[in-house]
């Protein structure tokens, strides 16, 4: 399934937003900047951006908040790509088919780009245009979904120290709705936040993204299994490789795919009571289970 | 010189925040929060929130929002010590005395570690108890101060490109204000918002954590080359070694000294204003000046 038309329209809303917010290749020190801009527009989908655009756009046509909250987002998403692709984590050279930002710029700058990526991403996140009572919302909920209680921080290091081991469905679910689901829930959530809604729409909005968020973890899995190295532009076949917990090895492929569809539905009923309105969010939600990279 | 008599009743005020705001050693998973309090309680002497403290003191006898912000300031300057001593950057076994976070735990829970302690800081701040126009306003100091262009990583990484190069005077400038000078002046800035001071003393206060900040770094230049390992509770002499730019290196041991002496009376005629108010924050300064660790 190629990407539904609307995402073109999006991404370049949240390129241009990008550039805008990224110091440029030549503000000293001019490495980091350097390093930071090849990772951030290394190719991203920026699913998480368009997600935090679309939820805002259910109640307001105002994008400016919007798209400056997503890009904070996609920050703190390329901050983990860099540092879990680090030697001492999964130690990946290879990362949307281009080198990884340690292969191109060294460790030291590595660590150090996704440390002032994860910084920047809350310089951003308190000049998000919204009243500062809702920023300061909008940093909690992001804050919380990045760290190491029930975020993707927690979710990485739960990972990790279950590779090789026997891992329930419980913990299981914890890696999955830490590592991956947290800041897709924060997308959404922020997005709805930016564009005004009201307690109960930005709960609703809160459980389509938990939905959404744990059903693109679950297809994740399955892609690593069945796709190749070329298709994914990362290392195919790495969970298997290193015993990861996954739900394809806990549950076999077929069982994997079921749950998926399950969580999907579940996301897509939350989205009911506002009809045609949400025709994006359910296309973004219909893409992301069914996309083959 | 011993510490200010005061700093035994701040830390007790500190020490208990960090204890509260920080998961348990039990929280799953419970490896990195062991990894996160570990180095945050291994013996920092809590300047950057003494400094928060002790500014919010002089416009407000409330202690619990500076209190709260000094907690973030630490979780901040934790991380980078954490990450600065990696393998890749400056590869240092001892901290305070102690084994660092990554030959403890380490490298990989170390970089997670440390991630987790500058998400967690931001999490914070968005909780200072304030109102919600004075908290985005110290978010965005303190995010500010950590970051790439003007503050802490920005300092770190212009320190490690210069190794073994010839520093000018403005680059060794920009190395200390930025790399610690940043952090300490936002601390200050940030507890006198969160005491509630008006623009003018923010920016007096500004100016005082600026010259007492880059003092400090000078000063920490002059404890490299003259204390040893065993006093400091770090590898002593490594700046030598690593051939780093220093100001030691560029203007000798005296004009060094003279220079951390003026910056210091510099600081000090910002609290004129402030009379016997301020006394402790005077203690503060001429502490970090003539300390010998």
Redesign the interface.
């Known amino acids: 399934m190629t990407q539904p038309a609307f995402f073109v329209e999006d991404q370049a809303v949240i390129e241009a937003a990008l550039e805008r917010l990224l ?1 440029s290749e030549t ?3 001019p ?3 350097q390093a ?1 801009r090849y990772s951030v527009f290394a190719g991203g989908k920026r699913i998480r951006p368009i997600l935090c655009l679309e939820a805002a756009r259910l109640f307001s046509s105002e994008r400016d908040g919007a798209a400056t909250a997503g890009c904070a987002l996609e920050f703190i998403h390329t ?1 983990s790509l860099i ?1 879990d692709d ?1 030697p ?2 999964d130690n990946d050279d290879l990362r949307r088919g281009k080198p990884t930002c340690h292969k191109k710029f ?4 590595a ?2 780009a ?3 990526l ?3 991403a ?2 951003t ?3 998000v245009n919204v ?3 809702r ?2 919302r909008i ?2 909920e992001i ?2 979904a ?4 029930s ?1 993707m ?2 979710g ?3 990972d ?2 279950a590779e090789g081991k026997t891992v329930d469905a419980a913990g299981l679910e ?1 890696i999955h709705r830490s590592k991956t689901a947290a800041l897709i829930r924060a997308s959404i959530v922020a997005g709805s936040l930016a564009g005004g809604a009201s307690g109960e729409d930005v709960e609703r909005l809160r459980r389509f993204g938990e939905a959404i968020g744990w059903a693109f973890q679950v297809v994740d899995d399955i892609l690593d299994v069945e796709e190749s190295s070329a298709a994914l532009g990362k290392t195919a076949g790495k969970d298997q490789a290193q015993s990861k917990a996954t739900y394809p090895a806990l549950f076999g492929i077929e069982k994997s795919r079921a749950f998926a569809r399950e969580l999907a539905a579940r996301a897509d009923r939350e989205l009911d009571c506002y009809g045609e309105r949400a025709a994006r969010l359910r296309a973004i939600a219909e893409y992301l289970i069914v996309r083959r990279t």
């Open positions: 110091p503000t000293p020190p490495t980091i900047h930071m901050y540092h680090l001492a984590l060294g460790v030291a700058m660590i150090l996704g440390d002032g994860l910084t920047l809350f310089e996140l308190a000049r009243d500062a009572e920023r300061v940093i909690t804050a919380t990045a760290g190491t209680v975020g921080v927690g990485q290091v739960a990790i120290e914890y």
